[in-house]
């Protein structure tokens, strides 16, 4: 065999090699980029927006899908972690968390904490008393009573300023309504659509609210002070929600009712 055809063959068997190894790498699948992952703070007692379906124990809610509606919008996947609602600003400001949904009032004491989207939620708060109750009226007849709320609440800042009233604080508003069945308070101190949801679960048997709203509170969801750009992609989303028809369809579900103008 001569040099030239030596040559030649070599040459072949390196097309041949490296065409194959070629082959091998074109025909592997390419890897699926993973969606990025949006931790989500709340706390999963507060019956309509965020609870915990006895079946799936799935957590539901307006909250839940609202911020489920909200994640998709911007291409991730929405991570639910449950915790008590006073711990919900901590854990933003220590970095365990990206975001909160739980029903929070926009207050400014807590705006100097962290940042907040636009308001999705107008509620207020309201009290509610036993059914067979017909002496507290309003909340100026709360004055030396004993009031349950839940702890870092609106509820709460707002009991704590009637006269003489001797506050109980539970960690969440289930505790807090079952304190009053049971008569070890005169009264609960809480959101609008929270005490009127427990109305409905319980058939209006034990409870009932009474007296006009004390406040008119905006609900946003908030991201660390740190977090701006998160919180400027939570907004352009939540606009987006409101025009495609999304986040009525959401408020209808569970409120059974068009969302307010």
């Known amino acids: 065999m001569s040099k030239k055809l030596i040559a030649w063959s070599v040459l072949a068997m ?4 490296f065409g194959l190894a070629g082959c091998g790498q074109s025909s592997k699948p390419a890897e ?3 969606a990025k992952v949006l931790k989500v703070g709340s706390d999963t007692a507060f019956a309509p927006f965020e609870f915990q379906d006895e079946k799936s124990k799935d957590y539901v809610g307006f909250d839940m899908d ?22 919900l600003i901590p854990a933003l400001e220590a970095g365990n968390i990206d975001a909160t949904i739980s029903a929070m009032t926009i207050t400014d004491e807590r ?9 999705y939620y107008k509620s ?21 009573k004993r009031i349950a709320v839940q ?8 009991a704590k300023k009637i006269k003489d009233a001797k506050i109980r604080e539970f960690n969440t508003a289930p505790e807090a309504f079952m304190e009053l069945k049971a008569g070890g ?8 659509p929270v005490n009127e949801y427990y109305i409905a679960q319980a058939g209006g048997k034990d409870a009932k609210t009474v007296g006009d709203p004390l406040t008119s509170e905006d609900y946003g969801i ?11 992609k939570l907004n352009k989303a939540l606009d987006e929600l409101k025009k495609n028809g999304e986040y009525e369809k959401i408020y209808v579900k569970w409120f059974g009712k068009k969302p307010p103008q």
């Open 111 to 119: 705006a100097k904490k962290v940042n907040f989207t636009k308001p």
């Open 14 to 17: 390196f097309v041949l090699v």
């Open 66 to 87: 609202l911020i489920k509606a909200i994640g998709k919008q911007m291409g991730m996947e929405v991570q639910v972690q449950s915790m008590n609602f006073d711990g």
């Open 185 to 192: 308070v005169d009264a609960v101190v809480n959101d609008l």
């Open 222 to 232: 908030a991201t660390s002070k740190k977090s701006t750009e998160l919180a400027d």
């Open 151 to 158: 702890i870092g609440t609106t509820g709460a800042d707002e």
């Open 32 to 34: 699926q980029p993973q």
């Open 124 to 144: 207020g708060l309201s009290m509610v008393v036993k059914s067979d109750n017909n002496t507290l009226k309003s909340f100026k007849d709360l004055e030396g």
